[in-house]
């Protein structure tokens, strides 16, 4: 990964999305990116295939709390 | 006599039901607060007051040829300008939207209208709901009334500002990171979302159609357990709306937590807090014990993940929804905001699939890991001390989004999880700025929340102070 991967990314969300970086906050914004790709890596293997698909509906009726 | 504008919203309802106080003379009080100091706080966007005082006007009458009154008949309301009401403009904080008439009325709207809640107006709050700090660059930001320098919190900046101020009895706000507790925290009300599906979304602005709730920000636990009696249930209109039965949660409210497990987690909501609301937190932990609740620190690992997961999704979903205009006008909106939704467009679906096919198996593992044993799950609503504007505005300087995002850092693991969340007062800082204390409960168990929350407020006090405007 580059160090600072902004551009590559500007040029993704043009090329996917034809949206253009709106300002300099924007591209403040994207600054925040790496971390955010590194706190998946870490993630990395902790979904697995059985998982899907998963219903979170099901997951909230499951675990409501028991009557008495 | 009592200024009415004071009532909350049981105590209104209650004295319109016994003949104490008319309608019209709530509305009218209501009126007078609003115009004699929301020229500071910026809470209101539309006023609607010829409307109210002839709604009141009817049910004044209706009352006198022997009508019933409902939960909420002569209860002054205002909600964030997202709820739709048939030929009425809903600016929902924007320039984008400044003239949108919509079509058809929210279903929450409808449901307190028929309850007899008399509809004020619409209130200010962050472009799109998408800010935690009460920021709006086309209706002007709106100021905390306990020091007006300072952030209302947001999204639902007027709800909770209003509230405060005692300018009306309840408003509805919604919660998509943490958009009702956040300026319930910061305003020192109570606020609860419930769970997700639990109140419908139909009529209502969307943000990210995985985490938005509807909920109200109210002055009491009680006010909040009304109302939300009154707003959840099924609704054909919403096709995710949970089926779940809806009791009353008022008749939940005994102020007796013996048998009640509160569990603290050691992760996450302490990281970087400041001093000041980990101490005004701990004293609230006393509060709920002393109410006979038993407190444990757990340890909640899958809130590593949590955290990751839940960036992404809001963050996709309204970049979605805002697609076009971020491709033929992002200039009409604000800077902080089309930035905020620009970065949306960079994360790959992958990731955006991978963090909502984990909700269910993190929702299983964190129940396992908080719940087991307890029932309710208490945090601090905001890890910092409350933030002045200029030091959260990213509009005058980018340097301030780290700031700025730090706000909802404890407010958003919950939409993430989907369990029913509320926050209450329980302090001070050290510089006059309410401190909030979240509790959250099980999938569909408000009441337990609710019974939680309105325990507290029994055993403190903090919930009753008025800021001096």
């Given at each position: 990964m580059p160090n600072d991967p902004s551009p590559e990314m500007m040029a993704a969300i043009r090329l996917w999305s034809g949206v253009e970086c709106p300002n300099a906050a924007a591209a403040r914004g994207l600054e925040d990116f790496p971390a955010l790709m590194a706190e998946f890596e870490a993630l990395r293997g902790t979904l697995v295939f059985e998982d899907e698909p998963s219903s979170f509906e099901a997951a909230l009726r499951a675990e409501q709390e028991k009557q008495a | 006599m009592t200024d009415l504008a004071m009532l909350s919203v049981t105590e209104a309802a209650d004295a319109f039901a016994k003949g104490e106080a008319s309608a019209e003379a709530m509305v009218r009080a209501s009126l007078a607060r609003i115009d004699a100091h929301d020229g500071q706080v910026n809470s209101v966007i539309r006023l609607d007051r010829e409307a109210a005082l002839e709604a009141a006007a009817a049910q004044d009458k209706a009352r006198a040829a022997g009508a019933k009154p409902g939960p909420l008949t002569g209860v002054p309301m205002m909600h964030k300008d997202m709820y739709y009401r048939a030929g009425r403009v809903s600016t929902c904080g924007s320039k984008i939207r400044r003239d949108f008439r919509p079509t058809k009325t929210a279903t929450v709207l409808e449901r307190l209208d028929a309850a007899g809640a008399i509809d004020m107006g619409t209130l200010n709050m962050a472009e799109f709901a998408q800010n935690p700090t009460g920021h709006n660059a086309h209706f002007g930001d709106c100021h905390n009334p306990w020091n007006l320098p300072y952030c209302t919190g947001g999204s639902s900046s007027g709800s909770g500002a209003g509230v405060a101020a005692r300018?009306?009895?309840?408003?509805?706000?919604?919660?998509?990171?943490?958009?009702?507790?956040?300026?319930?925290?910061?305003?020192?009300?109570?606020?609860?979302?419930?769970?997700?599906?639990?109140?419908?979304?139909?009529?209502?602005?969307?943000?990210?159609?995985?985490?938005?709730?509807?909920?109200?920000?109210?002055?009491?636990?009680?006010?909040?357990?009304?109302?939300?009696?009154?707003?959840?249930?099924?609704?054909?209109?919403?096709?995710?709306?949970?089926?779940?039965?809806?009791?009353?949660?008022?008749?939940?409210?005994?102020?007796?937590?013996?048998?009640?497990?509160?569990?603290?987690?050691?992760?996450?909501?302490?990281?970087?807090?400041?001093?000041?609301?980990?101490?005004?937190?701990?004293?609230?932990?006393?509060?709920?014990?002393?109410?006979?609740?038993?407190?444990?620190?757990?340890?909640?690992?899958?809130?590593?993940?949590?955290?990751?997961?839940?960036?992404?999704?809001?963050?996709?979903?309204?970049?979605?929804?805002?697609?076009?205009?971020?491709?033929?006008?992002?200039?009409?909106?604000?800077?902080?905001?089309?930035?905020?939704?620009?970065?949306?467009?960079?994360?790959?679906?992958?990731?955006?699939?991978?963090?909502?096919?984990?909700?269910?198996?993190?929702?299983?593992?964190?129940?396992?890991?908080?719940?087991?044993?307890?029932?309710?799950?208490?945090?601090?609503?905001?890890?910092?001390?409350?933030?002045?504007?200029?030091?959260?505005?990213?509009?005058?300087?980018?340097?301030?989004?780290?700031?700025?995002?730090?706000?909802?850092?404890?407010?958003?693991?919950?939409?993430?999880?989907?369990?029913?969340?509320?926050?209450?007062?329980?302090?001070?800082?050290?510089?006059?700025?309410?401190?909030?204390?979240q509790l959250s409960a099980r999938p569909f168990a408000e009441g337990r929340a609710l019974q939680a929350a309105d325990a507290f407020q029994r055993e403190t006090d903090w919930h009753a102070r008025v800021p001096a405007l």
């Open positions: - | 300018f009306f009895a309840a408003a509805l706000g919604s919660d998509t990171g943490g958009s009702i507790r956040l300026p319930a925290s910061i305003c020192g009300v109570t606020g609860i979302k419930g769970t997700q599906t639990r109140v419908s979304r139909s009529g209502v602005m969307p943000l990210s159609f995985s985490m938005d709730n509807v909920g109200p920000l109210t002055r009491t636990a009680r006010d909040a357990a009304r109302i939300m009696t009154v707003i959840s249930g099924q609704d054909p209109l919403d096709a995710t709306s949970a089926p779940e039965p809806v009791p009353d949660y008022e008749a939940a409210l005994t102020g007796d937590l013996r048998g009640v497990g509160v569990a603290v987690p050691r992760e996450w909501f302490f990281d970087g807090a400041d001093e000041v609301v980990v101490k005004g937190f701990e004293a609230a932990l006393d509060a709920l014990k002393a109410r006979g609740a038993t407190v444990t620190w757990v340890s909640c690992p899958a809130l590593r993940a949590i955290g990751t997961y839940v960036a992404v999704v809001s963050r996709v979903e309204a970049a979605t929804i805002h697609a076009n205009w971020m491709r033929e006008h992002p200039g009409d909106y604000a800077i902080h905001l089309s930035g905020r939704l620009y970065g949306g467009y960079a994360i790959p679906g992958t990731h955006y699939l991978e963090a909502l096919s984990r909700r269910g198996p993190l929702l299983r593992q964190f129940c396992r890991e908080a719940f087991a044993g307890h029932h309710i799950v208490a945090t601090p609503t905001l890890r910092m001390r409350v933030p002045t504007l200029a030091e959260t505005s990213i509009d005058a300087n980018a340097d301030n989004w780290a700031r700025h995002m730090a706000i909802s850092s404890n407010t958003r693991p919950f939409n993430y999880l989907g369990i029913p969340t509320v926050s209450i007062p329980c302090g001070f800082d050290d510089r006059g700025l309410p401190i909030g204390l």
